[in-house]
């Protein structure tokens, strides 16, 4: 669990509140003959700004910056999107992944450029 606060003092534009958390559980599903490792990896991620207000005009005030918002899309959550594409008052993440480690490396069977990258 992770509390962003600015209270809007010194040169801050105006004060902001952001709450989140993140549970990542990792599962070894062991080697095969084909694989080195797998593993099935799950992810849930929240956050939550409850400072965000909305005006009858529309203006949203105290909305926490980008950065540590309740924003989605970039390197981490939703990565097909660019970064802070989603970015509202609250936001739910979760996501299942299958990850495997092959036993068989092409760059085996090129000793020259194995040399120079050294791919295990």
């Known amino acids: 669990m992770e509390l962003s606060q600015d209270f809007g ?3 801050s534009d105006n004060s902001w509140t952001v709450l989140q958390g993140e549970f ?3 599962i070894s599903l062991g080697a095969t ?3 080195r490792q797998r593993v099935l990896a799950f992810d849930f ?3 939550y700004s409850p400072t965000l207000d909305v005006t009858s005009s529309g ?5 926490a910056p980008a950065y540590t918002g309740a924003t989605l899309g970039g390197l981490w959550r939703m990565r097909a999107f660019p970064a802070q594409r ?3 008052k609250a936001a739910i993440y979760y996501a299942a992944e299958l ?5 068989w490396n092409p760059f085996t ?3 020259a450029v194995q040399k120079h990258l050294g791919v295990q």
């Open 24 to 26: 990542d559980k990792y």
């Open 45 to 47: 991620w929240t956050a």
């Open 9 to 11: 003092l010194f040169d």
């Open 99 to 103: 990850r495997l480690i092959p036993e």
């Open 33 to 35: 003959d084909t694989f």
């Open 59 to 63: 203006e949203i005030r105290n909305g």
């Open 86 to 88: 989603f970015n509202d």
């Open 109 to 111: 069977e090129w000793p």
